[in-house]
């Protein structure tokens, strides 16, 4: 479990194809342990090794089919969380690192304050997102300011900014997406 609150970003320094898909090894500035479970760009991945500076996390095929893991290249930043231990505060929301789908940026905008993006999520999600409810876009925590027809939009603060990858964000890029978990159980409960 994880709040959507980044720690770092940092850069994937290896990419390495393995028989059961890819190892990815990450630049972090906190030293996880192994077993332990590290949110990368929102994914829950499993710390199987330790590197200088780093870590190591295999990808297993399913992951990078159905998240933005598969286009990564190596030097790309990514966004880190380290699980909640029990006992931390949570700023965020509850994000478990399972992504619902891949959005894609519609329109970059910035504004007096920040900046304003767009995404338009798989169809199927739109039934989870409400204005003013909260989504996690590459594992972070964020609220959903404007809704469309087809679309959302959440708004970024300078810090967010200045401290996860949605600063890279252009219009076309493809983005992790986790809808709220309450929304998802609130739907099974209804049916």
């Given at each position: 479990m994880f709040t959507g609150l980044i720690?770092?970003?940092?850069?994937?320094?290896?990419?390495v194809e393995?028989?059961?898909?890819?190892?990815?090894?990450i630049m972090?500035?906190?030293?996880?342990?192994?077993g332990e479970?590290?949110?990368?760009?929102?994914?829950?991945?499993?710390?199987v090794e330790l590197t200088k500076g780093g870590f190591e996390a295999d990808v297993m095929p399913e992951t990078l089919g159905v998240t933005t893991l598969g286009e990564i290249e190596v030097g790309f930043l990514v966004n880190l969380e380290q699980a909640l231990r029990v006992g931390d505060r949570l700023g965020g929301h509850f994000v478990q690192g399972h992504v619902d789908g891949i959005g894609t940026v519609l329109n970059v905008t910035d504004d007096s304050d920040g900046r304003r993006i767009e995404i338009t999520p798989?169809?199927?999600l739109l039934k989870y997102i409400a204005r003013k409810g909260s989504i996690a876009i590459n594992g972070v925590s964020?609220?959903?300011s404007v809704i469309k027809d087809d679309a959302f939009e959440v708004a970024l603060i300078p810090h967010?900014?200045?401290?996860?990858?949605l600063s890279d964000l252009k219009d076309g890029a493809q983005v992790n997406l986790?809808?709220?978990m309450l929304a998802r159980y609130l739907e099974k409960l209804k049916s």
């Open positions: 720690q770092a970003f940092s850069r994937v320094s290896e990419i393995t028989d059961d898909g890819k190892r990815f090894t972090a500035p906190f030293e996880p342990e192994i479970s590290v949110a990368v760009n929102g994914v829950c991945l499993t710390v798989p169809l199927s964020l609220t959903i967010t900014l200045e401290n996860t990858n986790e809808v709220d």
